[in-house]
């Protein structure tokens, strides 16, 4: 009786301890696999450019002859939420304007506007995009959790692409 009840013993703490192992691997793969579902495969891809990054790749973008060794590069021009690029083959100039809801790359061409891009900060999303070319292109820049919602009106001043903001509650 004494060794039947050892036996029993050892085999339900053997249970257990399988049941505990199954349960530590199950909650760790459950981990990965939510944390692969918020970062995506490839890291995380929600992430918007900072204005910096948005004026390099703008700058390493040509879409005319490529530009000489002796130009200087393309510094912002100090307007707040602007920064100047290069200029395009029919003379206008690319920007990246920033608002508190994201960022929009607009280009000026014979007086009308283009949206080229666009990148909702975190919690935004666009909506009612208006790309151009047209003398106002615009969109909404919607907070997905309600209210906070940014409308983003660009025409052109001259050659180069302006912002105007309007909060939309």
Known sequence: ??????TLHRRWALAGGAWLATVAV????????????????FGTSDTP????KVDALLAGATT????SPATPPVTPDGTP?????PTTAGGGVV???TTSAGTIVAVCDVGLVTLRSWTPNSGFETDHVQRGPAAVASLRFKARSGGGDVRAEVTCAGTEPHLTVAGDD
């Open 64 to 67: 005319g002859p490529a530009a």
């Open 49 to 52: 450019y900072s204005e910096a």
């Open 81 to 85: 939420g602007q920064s100047a690029s």
């Open 26 to 41: 199950a909650t760790a793969v459950a981990t990965g696999a939510v944390g692969s579902m918020r970062q995506g495969i």
């Open 1 to 6: 009786m004494v060794c039947m009840w050892t």
């Open 95 to 97: 920007r990246a304007l």
